[in-house]
């Protein structure tokens, strides 16, 4: 029996099958076979050139941020000995050609790690770091208005009902005779610790490890 195969592939690029026609030819009657096969699946070849392009740059990123690092921060990240050498070796660095190549090679030992624990202990000290920012900044306010409004003063009693009301009021007397005077800021310094030492310690009593007699008795003078 004479046979012909021919194969026909559909038009459509979303169609995953390839359509094969078998033609038979006997006794002068040609008959026809359709047959569906699929298409073998593209394989996977590994990630684009532009994405590996991008990890690399994120890398290059992490690394930068292990070189803001001070010497307290630096030893509590698990880092290997060689990459945490090459970050030393970046932080001595003053010429920017030479601290580019060596931001390069800490991009190339960070392909060696993974980021990820890195990253989540960067990312908790810069909410820690913003949280601890927020805070001063509440206390600087508390001192600045402590100082330029005598309404302050009861406010700040009505959150903070332990404070030491004699010691608060001396040392805001104090702060002001020194900015009228253009004195330097001894009370108005004395005042923050003191601000702050109530604030971080819950409401309590505050001790008057901060500041003592002597200090304000000058101030005064």
Request: aromatic residues 4%.
């Amino acid at each position: 029996m004479p046979e012909h195969k021919s194969i026909h592939k559909p038009h459509h690029d979303e169609d995953d099958e390839v359509e094969i026609i078998y033609t038979y030819e006997h006794d002068g009657v040609t008959e026809h076979h359709v047959e569906h096969e699929e298409e073998e699946e593209p394989r996977y070849s590994g990630p684009s050139k532009s994405q590996l392009k991008r990890e690399m740059l994120a890398l290059q990123d992490l690394g930068a941020q292990l070189v803001k690092l001070n010497k307290e921060r630096l030893a509590q990240i698990d880092i290997p000995d060689d990459l945490r050498n090459a970050v030393k070796e970046a932080q001595k660095i003053r010429s920017h050609g030479a601290l580019r190549r060596q931001m390069q090679y800490i991009g190339k030992l960070m392909r060696e790690v993974d980021p990820a624990p890195i990253q989540a202990k960067l990312d908790a000290w810069e909410g820690k770091s913003n949280e601890e920012n927020a805070r001063f900044h509440a206390m600087e306010r508390w001192r600045d208005r402590l100082i330029g409004d005598d309404q302050a003063f009861g406010q700040f009693m009505d959150e903070h009902p332990h404070s030491d009301t004699q010691q608060l009021r001396a040392l805001i007397r104090n702060a002001r005779k020194e900015q009228l005077n253009n004195q330097p800021p001894k009370s108005s310094r004395a005042l923050f610790r003191l601000i702050r030492e109530i604030m971080e310690s819950g409401n309590q009593e505050p001790d008057d490890a901060t500041n003592n007699a002597d200090d304000m008795d000058e101030a005064e003078d």
